[in-house]
């Protein structure tokens, strides 16, 4: 998983303008995060992180520190992204390997991100190989967005929380993620391929996101926790 591929902290003028290029090459769209930007956060502490395939970037994450309202550090991981050549070689699980073990070092034991909930691949990739857990379900979170993957969709999002020290995780993080319980659960089933069906069937695309979203704004008003994603394309939420 990931072999030959090197993640670093990104330094340079060219790394941030390089990381800047890939962020708009993959979402076809013109400085989702410009080089400036990314400079200033490197230089000052951000966390800017790089996958480098020998002397080839493949990937880049860009993540905010904030406090909790207890005064906790936190880290928000805003944008995580993987060139199409470099994607199914396990540089995504680098990345977020790298950018655990970067907060860890400097005392940060939370990580959260945001998700489409309707991407059954990213939910899989979330929920079960990285171990960590929905909290909530927000509606329309970030407006209307004119990037490839968002134009013309309502920007729902999942809440992804990621306890970094748990054993859930350290043992997702040794590649024996845990398996969800089978009683006591909830399941929400997503299409397995939302951004075909989107572009194929458009109704049914917005009325399976519509029919999800009810499904988990109810859930999570209800207590519940999305611990896992099976195979199949569903959503296992559970009661702590």
């Not at 390089?18 to 080089?35: K, N």
């Not at 860890?104 to 945001?114: D, M, P, Q, S």
């Not at 089933?189 to 109704?203: E, F, G, I, K, S």
Request: aromatic share 8%; charged share 30%; glycine share 10%.
């Amino acid at each position: 998983m990931g072999d030959g591929v090197d993640v670093r902290p990104l330094q340079s003028l060219e790394e941030v303008r390089a990381a800047s290029a890939l962020f708009d090459r993959i979402w076809q769209e013109r400085r989702v995060m410009g080089a400036p930007l990314l400079r200033a956060m490197a230089a000052h502490g951000g966390q800017v992180l790089g996958a480098f395939d020998g002397d080839e970037l493949v990937g880049a994450l860009v993540g905010l520190i904030g406090l909790t309202e207890a005064g906790r550090p936190v880290l928000h991981s805003h944008i995580t992204g993987v060139a199409p050549e470099g994607q199914h070689r396990g540089v995504g699980f680098e990345l977020k390997r790298a950018q655990r073990d970067w907060c860890l070092a400097r005392g940060i034991e939370v990580v959260t991100w945001t998700m489409d909930p309707m991407v059954a691949r990213n939910a899989r990739f979330n929920l079960h190989k990285l171990a960590a857990v929905g909290t909530a379900f927000h509606r329309d979170y970030y407006g209307p967005m004119d990037d490839a993957f968002n134009r013309g969709d309502r920007s729902d999002r999942l809440e992804i929380r990621w306890d970094l020290p748990s054993e859930r995780v350290e043992k997702a993080m040794a590649g024996s993620p845990p398996e969800p319980p089978e009683r006591g659960v909830e399941l929400v089933r997503v299409p397995p391929d939302y951004h075909d069906l989107r572009d194929n069937d458009p109704d049914r695309a917005r009325r399976l996101r519509d029919e999800a979203a009810d499904a988990l704004e109810s859930l999570f008003a209800a207590g519940y926790l999305a611990t896992g994603f099976l195979r199949d394309g569903a959503y296992v939420l559970e009661r702590p």
